[in-house]
């Protein structure tokens, strides 16, 4: 293996990788191997994959090459090793979305997402572990064991994309998929020190996505940097017509944006968002971020944001009415898991799903089922929807003063694995800082922006009105060039704390 | 105890539920083919099948059905309308819920309009909502069951009528008003037998001369006319029986067994589902604007009852023969392509009796009718009735010529020609005829001069027997008149 290799996935660097096989500078084939050598060496420990595709990384290495010598044409994203959360189905590759009742099942088709970034020249290397059916926020709820934090594997790496966000920080892809329903992508990317994007929903498709809560899933990119979750957010966003609620304006110029710098930008600091339970230290660390991008050239504003406190509320009503809804066809009938030696149709059902799902999904079907009894629907699922439309419009008001407004991520860092897995409702409440932009649909990402005493990074969370992206990326590009956060490393990964 | 011996003291209060399956390509939301009679799950695709990650896709030509059959009833087509979703476990519903409208169907309102017992009748419509169809379980000899989900998504309106029906016969006139209404339109091939249209009917009585509806009882599993007069019958009977017993109605569904002639019950009103409805996130509202409603406007063809007026207003028909040409989408447009040929606009009467009388008598089912194989298209009934008319053959001659163009798939004048059986009318050669019967047959032609007029038919019937039957009939009598004088 070439030191050449070994640095660029060292760095990790989307858009590097990419450049170097264009350049000829390194074989993809080489740097699918590196990717798989790390994954050998260092998954075992993290349980970040659930199922790596070796030979069809491989196979595709050797195609973008063999395209390459030819001369033809590739995509932007011409032999860059990615890791795919196993919620995105995968054509001919086992899709389970960490459930035992989807065990065994290959999607006979693709998801948009993952064509579009096939297309691109991207390279799967295999799924990625995750909450069962993207249900939680510490990657404890996998069917299949946990996610181990590589800051610390004795912590979690956060959920539901647990597996997309400590893939990344470890080094065992150079960028990832993961989705957001009220958090997922956002908070796995603040307690694994990673940037985590998730885009406007209907910016990106769904189709291929296995539902949890239809209204609030987003899929979106996980990358080292700004600038790679912009190359990569690039490649998946924009309209398909086989997800009715995508958006068919055009997609903006994210990797251009993230130089775009902040100039006159107007950074919103809304003080609900500095609430009891913020641990002191993520407090500072997103203040001082915001004097950052403020020295920067951008202004600070204080916003208000009242109707904050309702939005775990609201998220969990309508996130698990919508859960309990999609997660009905999972019947044993048609595929997945299904009981044997039943004695009636209504056996079967529920011995299916009582075999299939783990705890926290049907922990959600029930909620979300006794949600939308007849006769209560005004009174908790119309209700929560009000409550989203005042959350909406909180937002909407704040952009009259403000073009994006900075958070905290998560009020807590990477907590120990079992620390709170019996307490679902703190970790419920955990997500405060993240509902809020699932329920209005707007623009977030999640960068690191500093590391706790204990060495456990931070993030802030950047929110921008609908389909402003691109100042997410200004604001995320300016702060990067400020600041080194994202060059850290664990050092048990990769025998360094700094790569440049 | 008789129906009439019940309905003396009870009245039937009917409402019906009619699903109608909409004749488009294509599932509502997936591009499976909709047709019918696919070898079992060939017409599945990951969506119907709900697979993980599918997400709908609205066909548009759906909408544009259902927006029509609002406009044809005089309903109110909702400006926005929106999907829902209606929870339940069964094997042949593949998503665990079925996309359906609930609190915003596509169409409030309107009515279904028919001729019943001799009169205008105007059955008012609740609601017209879109949703999609179900798959099939088969209970296979051996135990096990089977399930094909070809028909799952097939796009149905089902079209709500308020409890205005009174009578198990007037349910199903109403049914009947229907099919022809959605087969008018083009939007339903109204094949009963292979379930293009299904009904649920809900059902209750009340003592006679009283208000408050009685309990109801929903009948599941209706697919014929007959099926519907039988199955409301058969409750209305079930129904006062029990409360003449004393007993009371229970609130419940029940299925119709058309073999047994019975209903038994399926389940009662506390093991109803609740179908936890709520708005189906994966479609954005529906919107119909005035420029789609113009459009679906001007694209609708003359419907049933209009035809059924204009037949006796314009063309001065007998309301007998404008209710049998108006009551099939194909009878009408037969008739109607036959009447447009020169000359037939005057000759309406005589072409409703050629169609009435012969071409229906030959024709099992009115599709036949537009079937590009029909042996006697509409041009050429037309031709033989022009002939018939000018006189070329006689109206007895003209069944004989019917007969021949059915079976051999001749026009009308190459039957003629061929056979030789152009009316004899030139006035020489009959004359000549005439003159030769009359002498041959003194004695008769004597009693006739004394009296006897009904020996006209003897010489007539000579003269044709001479003629072959050619002999031109108005001819024939103008000449004897005078040989006889």
């Known amino acids: ?500 | 105890m008789s129906i009439a011996d019940v309905l003396s003291r009870w009245e039937p209060v009917i409402g019906l539920e009619v699903h109608v399956q909409l004749a488009t390509k294509t599932k509502i939301f997936s591009p499976s083919s909709a047709a019918f009679g696919i070898a079992p799950n060939g017409a599945t695709d990951p969506l119907v099948l709900a697979l993980p990650g599918t997400l709908p896709r609205l066909n548009r030509a759906a909408v544009d059905m259902a927006i029509r059959l609002g406009l044809a009833v005089g309903g109110r087509v909702r400006p926005e309308c929106r999907f829902s979703r209606k929870h339940y476990f069964y094997p042949d519903l593949p998503k665990g819920y079925q996309i359906s409208q609930f609190d915003e169907p596509i169409v409030e309102g309107g009515g279904i309009e028919f001729l019943f017992e001799g009169k205008p009748h105007r059955v008012a419509l609740t609601r017209i909502h879109m949703e999609e169809d179900a798959g099939k379980n088969i209970h296979a000899s051996d135990g096990r069951s089977l399930v094909d989900y070809n028909r799952a998504g097939v796009p149905l309106c089902e079209v709500v009528s308020e409890p205005d029906l009174r009578s198990a016969e007037e349910a199903a006139e109403y049914v009947r008003a229907l099919r022809v209404l959605v087969r008018t339109l083009g939007i339903c091939d109204g094949n009963m037998e292979e379930g293009s249209l299904r009904c649920d009917a809900n059902v209750s009585i009340r003592p006679r001369g009283t208000v408050p509806y009685g309990t109801r009882a929903e009948l599941k599993n209706i697919n014929s006319f007959k099926n519907v007069k039988d199955a409301v019958t058969h409750e209305i009977f079930r129904q006062a029986a029990l409360l003449e017993r004393g007993e009371k109605i229970v609130q419940e569904t029940r299925l119709w067994d058309a073999n047994r002639g019975v209903s038994q019950s399926m389940r009662s009103k506390e093991d109803a589902h609740d179908y936890r409805y709520f708005p189906e996130p994966d479609l954005p509202p529906i919107h119909v604007d005035e420029a789609w409603l113009a459009d679906a406007r001007s694209r609708l063809p003359e419907l049933p009852m209009a035809r059924m007026a204009r037949y006796q207003q314009t063309l001065g028909l007998p309301e007998q023969d404008a209710v049998v040409l108006s009551a099939e989408r194909e009878i009408g447009g037969y008739f109607d392509a036959a009447l447009a040929h020169p000359g037939m606009k005057d000759l309406g009467k005589r072409l409703a009796n050629w169609v009435m009388n012969e071409l229906l008598a030959r024709v099992t089912d009115p599709r036949e009718l537009v079937d590009a194989n029909l042996p006697i298209p509409p041009a050429n009934l037309a031709e033989l009735v022009t002939l018939v008319e000018k006189g070329t053959v006689s109206g007895k001659l003209g069944k004989e010529v019917f007969a021949k163009m059915w079976d051999e798939r001749l026009t009308a004048s190459a039957i003629v020609e061929r056979d030789g059986l152009a009316q004899v009318s030139d006035s020489g050669e009959l004359e000549g005829i005439c003159v030769q019967v009359v002498a041959a047959n003194p004695d008769e032609v004597a009693r006739f001069r004394a009296g006897d007029k009904k020996l006209q038919g003897f010489f007539v019937g000579q003269i044709m027997k001479q003629t072959g039957g050619k002999a031109n009939p108005k001819a024939v009598s103008e000449i004897l008149g005078r040989l006889l004088k």
């Open chain 1, 1 to 500: 293996m070439s030191s050449r290799v070994e640095s660029l996935v060292a760095s990790g660097h989307v858009a590097e990788i990419a450049t170097a096989v264009r350049g000829g500078q390194v074989r993809a084939r080489e740097v699918v191997e590196c990717y798989l050598d790390r994954i050998a060496k260092h998954d075992g420990t993290l349980g970040c994959y659930l199922r790596v595709d070796a030979d069809g990384a491989r196979r595709r290495g050797d195609g973008v090459d063999a395209a390459l010598a030819s001369g033809a044409t590739v995509g932007p994203l011409a032999g860059v090793p990615i890791g795919i959360k196993d919620i995105f189905c995968t054509e001919g590759i086992e899709t389970t979305c960490a459930s035992k009742i989807l065990k065994g099942f290959i999607p006979p088709y693709e998801s948009t997402v993952t064509a579009r970034l096939s297309a691109a020249g991207a390279i799967g290397l295999g799924k990625l572990n995750m909450d069962e059916f993207a249900m939680g926020s510490s990657n404890e709820n996998s069917a299949f064991g946990p996610v181990r934090n590589p800051w610390d594997p004795a912590r979690v790496p956060g959920g539901s994309s647990g597996g997309s966000a400590a893939a990344v920080a470890a080094g065992l892809c150079a960028a990832s998929l993961g989705t957001d329903t009220g958090g997922s992508i956002r908070q796995p990317a603040a307690l694994c020190g990673v940037t985590g994007v998730k885009a406007t929903y209907g910016r990106v498709s769904r189709w291929g996505v296995i539902a949890f809560a239809s209204s609030l899933d987003h899929p979106g990119p996980f990358g080292r940097t700004i600038r790679d979750a912009a190359w990569m957010l690039s490649a998946i966003a924009g309209y398909d017509p086989n997800d009715s609620t995508s958006i068919a304006a055009p997609v903006g110029n994210y990797v251009q944006a993230c130089a775009g710098g902040v100039s006159g930008l107007r950074v919103g600091v809304p003080e609900e968002y500095f609430s009891v339970g913020l641990e002191p230290e993520i407090e500072s660390a997103v203040r001082a971020a915001v004097e950052t991008i403020r020295q920067a050239g951008a202004t600070v504003v204080p916003v208000s944001l009242p109707h904050t406190r309702y939005a775990v509320a609201a998220y969990y009503l309508i996130s698990t009415a919508e859960a309990a809804s999609n997660l009905a066809r999972y019947d044993g009938i048609r595929y997945g898991h299904r009981a044997t030696n039943v004695g009636s149709l209504e056996e079967l059902y529920a011995r299916t799903r009582g075999e299939g799902f783990g705890s926290e999904p049907k922990r959600r079907i029930m909620l979300g089922t006794y949600v939308l009894r007849s006769g209560y629907y005004d009174a908790y699922y119309g209700k929560a929807q009000r409550v989203r439309r005042l959350i909406t419009n909180d937002f909407q008001a704040a952009f009259a003063d403000c073009d994006v407004i900075a958070t905290p991520t998560s009020p807590i860092s990477a907590f120990k694995i079992g620390e709170k897995i019996s307490d679902p409702l703190a970790l419920y409440l955990a997500d405060v800082y993240t509902v809020g932009p699932s329920l209005a649909g707007l623009p977030a990402l999640s960068q690191p922006c500093g590391f706790s005493s204990a060495g456990l990074p931070i993030g802030w969370q950047l929110i921008a009105p609908p389909l402003g992206e691109e100042t997410l990326f200004r604001v995320g590009g300016a702060y990067e060039a400020a600041t080194s956060w994202h060059q850290r490393r664990p050092r048990a990964l990769f025998g360094t704390e700094v790569v440049a």
